[in-house]
Protein backbone atom coordinates (compact mmCIF):
# COMPACT_ATOMS: atom_id res chain seq x y z
CA UNK A 1 0.00 0.00 0.00
CA UNK A 2 1.57 3.27 -0.91
CA UNK A 3 2.12 6.31 1.65
CA UNK A 4 -0.89 7.88 0.48
CA UNK A 5 -3.51 5.07 0.46
CA UNK A 6 -2.61 4.59 3.74
CA UNK A 7 -3.02 7.84 4.45
CA UNK A 8 -6.71 8.14 3.31
CA UNK A 9 -7.67 4.90 4.76
CA UNK A 10 -6.42 5.92 8.23
CA UNK A 11 -9.07 9.10 7.86
CA UNK A 12 -12.12 6.71 7.83
CA UNK A 13 -13.91 6.49 11.14
CA UNK A 14 -14.66 3.71 12.68
CA UNK A 15 -17.28 3.04 15.57
CA UNK A 16 -17.78 0.72 18.17
CA UNK A 17 -21.40 0.13 17.41
CA UNK A 18 -20.38 -1.05 13.92
CA UNK A 19 -18.12 -4.02 14.92
CA UNK A 20 -18.63 -7.33 16.02
CA UNK A 21 -17.29 -10.08 17.07
CA UNK A 22 -15.54 -12.27 14.06
CA UNK A 23 -15.48 -9.43 11.75
CA UNK A 24 -12.29 -9.63 9.65
CA UNK A 25 -10.04 -6.97 9.26
CA UNK A 26 -8.19 -6.05 6.37
CA UNK A 27 -4.74 -5.59 6.83
CA UNK A 28 -1.71 -5.17 4.64
CA UNK A 29 1.21 -6.14 3.07
CA UNK A 30 5.25 -5.30 4.18
CA UNK A 31 8.50 -6.27 2.33
CA UNK A 32 11.22 -6.87 4.95
CA UNK A 33 14.35 -5.26 3.56
CA UNK A 34 17.96 -4.92 5.01
CA UNK A 35 17.32 -1.20 5.97
CA UNK A 36 13.74 -1.74 7.73
CA UNK A 37 15.53 -4.53 9.98
CA UNK A 38 18.51 -2.05 10.95
CA UNK A 39 16.22 0.75 11.51
CA UNK A 40 14.43 0.29 14.43
CA UNK A 41 16.98 -1.48 16.53
CA UNK A 42 19.32 1.60 15.79
CA UNK A 43 16.54 3.88 17.46
CA UNK A 44 15.55 1.83 20.61
CA UNK A 45 19.38 1.02 21.02
CA UNK A 46 18.35 -3.07 20.80
CA UNK A 47 22.45 -3.77 20.43
CA UNK A 48 21.28 -7.32 19.53
CA UNK A 49 23.64 -7.77 16.17
CA UNK A 50 21.38 -10.07 14.29
CA UNK A 51 19.06 -7.51 13.32
CA UNK A 52 21.51 -5.76 10.80
CA UNK A 53 24.84 -7.71 10.51
CA UNK A 54 24.23 -11.10 8.08
CA UNK A 55 27.49 -12.45 9.14
CA UNK A 56 26.31 -12.43 12.76
CA UNK A 57 23.02 -13.57 12.38
CA UNK A 58 24.62 -16.74 10.38
CA UNK A 59 27.17 -17.59 13.53
CA UNK A 60 24.11 -17.34 15.86
CA UNK A 61 22.28 -19.99 13.43
CA UNK A 62 19.65 -17.73 11.50
CA UNK A 63 19.44 -17.41 8.06
CA UNK A 64 20.25 -13.61 7.68
CA UNK A 65 19.27 -10.01 9.43
CA UNK A 66 15.25 -10.03 11.08
CA UNK A 67 12.97 -7.37 12.17
CA UNK A 68 13.14 -7.20 16.01
CA UNK A 69 10.38 -7.68 18.61
CA UNK A 70 9.33 -3.96 18.68
CA UNK A 71 8.91 -3.83 15.19
CA UNK A 72 6.92 -7.48 14.63
CA UNK A 73 4.45 -5.46 17.64
CA UNK A 74 4.03 -2.51 15.65
CA UNK A 75 3.19 -4.11 12.41
CA UNK A 76 0.16 -5.50 14.83
CA UNK A 77 -0.59 -2.12 16.23
CA UNK A 78 -0.50 -0.87 12.87
CA UNK A 79 -3.13 -3.30 11.50
CA UNK A 80 -5.28 -2.62 14.65
CA UNK A 81 -5.00 1.40 13.78
CA UNK A 82 -5.35 1.55 10.16
CA UNK A 83 -8.85 -0.47 10.71
CA UNK A 84 -10.07 1.44 13.36
CA UNK A 85 -9.45 4.84 12.36
CA UNK A 86 -7.22 7.90 13.67
CA UNK A 87 -9.53 8.37 16.50
CA UNK A 88 -9.18 5.03 17.98
CA UNK A 89 -6.55 4.71 20.60
CA UNK A 90 -4.50 1.44 21.74
CA UNK A 91 -4.93 0.62 25.12
CA UNK A 92 -2.86 -2.68 25.32
CA UNK A 93 -1.35 -5.66 22.71
CA UNK A 94 0.58 -9.05 23.44
CA UNK A 95 2.24 -10.65 21.11
CA UNK A 96 3.85 -14.36 20.13
CA UNK A 97 6.58 -14.78 18.21
CA UNK A 98 6.91 -18.12 16.70
CA UNK A 99 9.65 -18.04 13.87
CA UNK A 100 11.88 -15.02 12.71
CA UNK A 101 11.15 -12.13 10.23
CA UNK A 102 13.85 -12.37 8.18
CA UNK A 103 14.74 -9.68 5.27
CA UNK A 104 13.39 -10.52 1.56
CA UNK A 105 10.56 -11.61 2.89
CA UNK A 106 6.71 -10.51 2.25
CA UNK A 107 4.84 -10.07 5.17
CA UNK A 108 0.95 -10.51 5.34
CA UNK A 109 -0.38 -8.79 8.47
CA UNK A 110 -4.28 -9.64 9.08
CA UNK A 111 -6.49 -9.40 11.59
CA UNK A 112 -10.36 -10.74 13.04
CA UNK A 113 -12.42 -9.15 15.90
CA UNK A 114 -12.59 -11.05 18.89
CA UNK A 115 -14.42 -9.48 21.77
CA UNK A 116 -16.10 -5.94 22.07
CA UNK A 117 -16.79 -4.96 25.48
CA UNK A 118 -17.36 -1.45 27.08
CA UNK A 119 -15.18 -0.41 29.87
CA UNK A 120 -17.21 1.67 33.04
CA UNK A 121 -14.29 4.37 33.17
CA UNK A 122 -14.48 5.01 29.95
CA UNK A 123 -18.38 6.11 30.12
CA UNK A 124 -21.24 5.90 27.40
CA UNK A 125 -19.07 7.72 24.92
CA UNK A 126 -16.69 4.51 24.07
CA UNK A 127 -15.91 1.02 23.68
CA UNK A 128 -13.27 -1.48 23.54
CA UNK A 129 -12.69 -4.23 20.96
CA UNK A 130 -10.40 -6.91 21.55
CA UNK A 131 -8.63 -7.76 17.57
CA UNK A 132 -6.19 -11.26 17.06
CA UNK A 133 -4.26 -10.47 14.76
CA UNK A 134 -1.69 -12.57 12.84
CA UNK A 135 2.00 -11.42 10.56
CA UNK A 136 2.44 -14.54 7.96
CA UNK A 137 5.77 -14.59 5.48
CA UNK A 138 4.89 -15.63 1.62
CA UNK A 139 4.69 -19.02 2.25
CA UNK A 140 1.69 -18.84 5.12
CA UNK A 141 4.15 -20.40 7.39
CA UNK A 142 2.91 -17.39 11.25
CA UNK A 143 5.72 -15.28 12.41
CA UNK A 144 4.09 -13.57 14.87
CA UNK A 145 0.57 -13.28 16.96
CA UNK A 146 -1.00 -11.62 19.05
CA UNK A 147 -3.91 -9.14 20.49
CA UNK A 148 -4.48 -5.74 20.30
CA UNK A 149 -6.82 -3.83 22.46
CA UNK A 150 -8.30 -0.41 20.73
CA UNK A 151 -10.62 2.14 22.73
CA UNK A 152 -13.33 3.64 20.22
CA UNK A 153 -15.93 6.30 20.01
CA UNK A 154 -19.17 5.33 20.14
CA UNK A 155 -21.57 6.30 17.50
CA UNK A 156 -23.21 10.01 18.62
CA UNK A 157 -27.16 9.87 19.01
CA UNK A 158 -29.20 11.78 17.03
Same mark, same amino acid.
Given at each position: ????????????????????????????????????????????????? $?????????????????????????????? $???? $???????????????????????????????????????????????????????????????????????????
Amino acid at each position: MTPAARSEKRTAMLYWDDIQPGQPVDGFTLKVTRLKCAFAPSTTLDRFA $AHYDPDFAHAVGLETVSLNTAQLLGLLDRC $ATDW $AGPEALIIRHEIRIGRPAYEDYELKVSGEVTRVWQRPADGEGKGCAELACTIANQHGLVISSGKVGVLLHRRPAG
